[in-house]
């Protein structure tokens, strides 16, 4: 969050930040200076949540290209990798095969959706007693259930 305010005073300004604001903008300020102050925060927020997911004893390390099941590393292809952290960020979401086609395979395959299927079972084996968190809804796609 980022605070535009009038009042130039430093208590202000100490005030805001440590009420919880990442950055404090004077008025009058120039449009380009707010606009480089916003990108700031973003790039420092974006850091923080895009080095690691984790959930019900799946931890996928993103700038690595890692996943570990409670504690092993999981050897994952492309796709299976892709599968996994679409479900994953997306939890309760259902998935039709062809949302998860064009996700992962993107838009130019042509390929039978139950391919899909495959890499699904495939994953599932590969993440072992974690594998149970992505289920199928019939008739329908594939969703990531969180453990209660």
Sequence with gaps: MIVASAKTAEYDK?????SGADDYLTKPFGMMEMVSRVKAVLRRT????????????????LKRH??????HQVDLTLKEYGLLKLLITHPGTV????????QIWETGFYG?????DVHVRTLRQKLG?????IETVRGVGYRYHEAD
């Design 14 to 18: 100490v005030k805001n930040l440590d």
């Design 46 to 61: 974006n850091r923080k949540k895009e080095d690691k997911i984790e959930k019900d004893g799946i931890k996928i390390l």
């Design 66 to 71: 890692e996943v570990f099941e409670n504690g």
């Design 95 to 102: 998935f039709s095969r062809e949302e998860i086609m064009d």
């Design 112 to 116: 039978e959706t139950r391919t899909v």
């Design 129 to 133: 007693e974690a594998g149970k968190h």
